[in-house]
């Protein structure tokens, strides 16, 4: 059973704009921070962005100015807001969040959504 369901991805033109959602599934409970990672086939998964239960967010220079991360703790869903993205934001992106399972925090990835930018 996946335990985070990601959705948003899409094609869109270089300067356009992209927001992913990564929620868990029925049933789950994570905790309200998480973070993304994106992947292009052949390459290593690389971070993009985290923000933590306290509200602090960080992310990689490549996307500084241009993408947000937020949460909603009512939803407990997780946000990418994606910007001015470039044909080199192509790529898988990934959520990673704790989520509980048999009493315990676990960090799961979810399955992962396309994001690819024409130019």
């Known amino acids: 059973q996946a335990r985070l369901v990601e959705s948003g991805g899409g094609s869109v033109q270089a300067g356009g704009s992209l927001r992913l959602s990564c929620a868990p599934s029925?049933?789950?409970?994570?905790?309200?921070?998480g973070a993304w990672y994106r992947q292009v086939r052949g390459k290593e998964r690389e971070y993009v962005s985290v923000?933590?239960?306290?509200?602090?967010?960080a992310y990689t220079d490549s996307v500084k100015g241009r993408f947000t991360i937020s949460k909603d703790n009512a939803a407990k869903i997780v946000y990418l807001e994606m910007n001015t993205l470039k044909p080199e934001d192509t790529a898988m992106y990934y959520c990673?969040?704790?989520?509980?399972?048999?009493?315990?925090?676990?960090?799961?990835w979810g399955q992962g959504t396309q994001v690819t930018v024409s130019s």
């Open positions: 990673k969040r704790a989520c509980l399972t048999n009493d315990r925090y676990t960090e799961y």
């Open positions: 029925r049933g789950t409970y994570c905790r309200e921070g």
């Open positions: 923000i933590n239960t306290d509200g602090s967010t």
